[in-house]
């Protein structure tokens, strides 16, 4: 089972968006900052990073910039939720390593069918690893 780490720190959202991340299939950790958040994504093994970007303390974006830093965590999908999608935010979100993102209130359709192509991209490097 593909396992996805839920940073996000708004209670009522980490629910709803890892309650539909759970229904598709997928096992769920869910924390509410960054700094846990990449603890947890350097110590165990994720196959992708659903990443707020608006978090107290360092943002999302700082974060994903650390775990793209670290050679552990360099290849991890990271597929950002942003309250304030505007013109600039994906270049932004993008440039700091993000591999993709959904604008809240976030249609899930759409967002599990992003979900689900970069773990299929993150499937092909494991194999090619394991090999
Ligand atoms: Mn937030």
Redesign the pocket.
């Known amino acids: 089972m593909k396992r996805i780490l839920l940073v996000?720190?708004?209670a009522a959202?980490r629910k709803l968006i890892g309650d539909h991340l759970r229904r598709a299939g997928y096992e769920v950790r869910e924390v509410e900052s960054a700094d846990l958040g990449i603890a947890l994504a350097i110590s165990e093994r994720f196959d992708l990073v659903v990443m707020?970007?608006?978090?107290?303390g360092t943002d999302g974006l700082t974060a994903t910039r650390l775990l793209r830093a670290s050679p552990v965590t360099r290849t991890l999908p990271v597929l950002a939720v942003t309250?304030h999608a505007m013109r600039g935010d994906e270049e932004r979100i993008l440039a700091a390593g993000c591999n993709g993102y959904a604008a809240k209130p976030i249609a899930y359709k759409e967002f599990l069918a992003l979900v689900s192509q970069l773990l299929g991209a993150s499937g092909v490097n494991e194999t090619r690893g394991d090999s």
Do not use: I, S, Y
Not at 52 to 56: A, M, T
């Open positions: 996000e720190d708004n959202n707020d970007v608006q978090l107290p309250a």
